[in-house]
């Protein structure tokens, strides 16, 4: 009886450490793919910045577009 007891709480142990081991793979891979985001869109923040300064320098405010 109190060997059965033993295997179960072995076995459940055995079972958390893979299911543990798992999570800490996704936990892992999730921060991966976070840090390629971040830095994805940080490239796309700093490419609409350069362009919306070319822009404004090609056109200066106070000039009335072409079709006036």
């Not at 609409?48 to 000039?63: D, K, V, W």
């Amino acid at each position: 009886m109190i060997e059965e007891r033993l295997i179960n709480i072995e076995a459940k142990i055995t079972f958390q450490e893979d299911l543990i081991e798992e999570l800490n793979k996704t936990v892992y891979q999730q921060q991966q793919k976070l840090d390629r985001l971040e830095a994805f869109c940080e490239s796309l923040a700093r490419r609409i910045q350069s362009l919306a300064e070319t822009g404004n320098e090609e056109m200066p405010a106070n000039e009335r577009p072409p079709h006036y």
